[in-house]
């Protein structure tokens, strides 16, 4: 379970970014996030996996033994070790590319084993298995041994679900995971996020309220960084108007997309970024 309380952030000059926001969500629930853009949605979930801290409020996560702490007031040491049970699906997939399916499954968990092992890539067979396992949920086993780089969007998408269930942490978080996926992928990519709510709480920001009244057990709705909606992930077209304004037109009538089912990608992290995992 995790259990958000008023968390509240501004910018130098006193503009509140988050004004209060609250809620929480147990095992079971897949939870979407909405809202216009600037609203607070991605800062919200960045709170709440602890890469940023909100000057007030708390985010207190109860995990499987029912242990519960609180992220904005960890240490160092103890940030690093609640976010090891911390599950991210990126809009970017964040993979690296010049390494397998199966090597990128891998490196989630290159945080929770020791150090000489992780200098020295250091996976036993077991580990292994389990990662073929979390490609096999996926149906990505067929191209484990492919180079991440020559994979398209969805297949990458894939991987990186595959990655985070092989952490088996206590919380899915997806930062906008649909953002550079054609619709066809974009309903694959939900139906194999839906049910690993069933094994921990999952929550996920979304430009699709489609998709989030298809897949998801609930909604939030964050606008001008305070919390307007939380229930049914079924909204009427009056409820729509008052979360997104004028940008709703955009939301029903998006522009062409470009992308498509098997073509590459948008681009990827840098070398520099890969260098931070091997």
């Given at each position: 379970?995790?259990?958000?309380?008023?968390?509240?952030?501004?910018?130098?000059?006193?503009?509140?970014?988050?004004?209060?926001?609250?809620?929480t969500?147990?095992?079971?629930?897949f939870?979407?996030?909405?809202?216009?853009?600037?609203?607070?949605?991605?800062?919200?979930?960045?709170?709440?996996?602890?890469?940023?801290?909100?000057?007030?409020?708390?985010v207190?996560?109860?995990?499987?033994?029912g242990?519960?702490?609180?992220?904005?007031?960890a240490?160092?040491?103890?940030?690093?070790?609640?976010?090891?049970?911390?599950?991210?699906?990126?809009?970017?997939?964040?993979?690296?590319?010049?390494?397998?399916?199966?090597?990128?499954?891998?490196v989630?968990?290159?945080?929770?084993?020791?150090?000489?092992?992780?200098?020295?890539?250091?996976?036993?067979?077991?580990e292994?298995?389990?990662?073929?396992?979390?490609?096999?949920?996926?149906?990505?086993?067929?191209?484990?041994?492919?180079?991440?780089?020559?994979?398209?969007?969805?297949?990458?998408?894939?991987?990186?679900?595959?990655?985070?269930?092989?952490?088996?942490?206590?919380?899915?978080?997806?930062?906008?995971?649909?953002?550079?996926?054609?619709?066809?992928?974009?309903?694959?990519?939900?139906?194999?996020?839906?049910p690993?709510?069933?094994?921990?709480?999952?929550?996920?920001?979304?430009?699709?309220?489609?998709?989030?009244?298809?897949?998801?057990t609930?909604?939030?709705?964050?606008?001008?960084?305070?919390?307007?909606?939380?229930?049914?992930?079924?909204?009427?077209?009056?409820?729509?108007?008052?979360?997104?304004?004028?940008?709703?037109?955009?939301?029903?009538?998006?522009?062409?997309?470009?992308?498509?089912?098997?073509?590459?990608?948008?681009?990827?992290?840098?070398?520099?970024?890969?260098?931070?995992?091997?």
């Amino acid at each position: 379970m995790i259990e958000v309380r008023n968390i509240s952030k501004s910018l130098p000059g006193g503009r509140k970014l988050l004004d209060g926001i609250s809620f929480t969500v147990r095992k079971g629930e897949f939870v979407g996030i909405l809202g216009p853009s600037g609203a607070g949605k991605t800062l919200t979930l960045r709170c709440l996996n602890g890469l940023m801290k909100p000057d007030e409020g708390s985010v207190l996560l109860t995990d499987a033994e029912g242990k519960t702490q609180d992220i904005c007031r960890a240490g160092k040491t103890k940030l690093r070790m609640m976010r090891q049970k911390i599950g991210v699906i990126f809009q970017g997939y964040h993979l690296i590319r010049r390494l397998t399916a199966l090597d990128n499954v891998l490196v989630g968990r290159l945080g929770q084993i020791s150090t000489i092992r992780s200098l020295f890539y250091g996976f036993t067979e077991k580990e292994a298995e389990i990662a073929m396992q979390a490609l096999e949920k996926v149906k990505m086993t067929h191209l484990s041994t492919a180079q991440v780089g020559r994979l398209s969007g969805g297949e990458m998408q894939r991987v990186a679900i595959a990655r985070a269930i092989f952490q088996a942490p206590d919380l899915l978080l997806a930062d906008e995971p649909l953002s550079n996926l054609d619709p066809s992928n974009a309903k694959v990519i939900m139906k194999l996020i839906q049910p690993l709510a069933q094994q921990m709480p999952v929550i996920g920001v979304f430009h699709q309220p489609d998709m989030t009244a298809r897949y998801c057990t609930r909604v939030i709705a964050i606008k001008d960084g305070r919390v307007m909606y939380d229930g049914d992930p079924v909204l009427s077209h009056g409820q729509l108007a008052d979360i997104y304004g004028e940008e709703l037109r955009q939301i029903e009538q998006p522009a062409p997309s470009i992308i498509l089912s098997g073509a590459p990608a948008a681009p990827q992290p840098p070398e520099s970024y890969e260098r931070n995992f091997i």
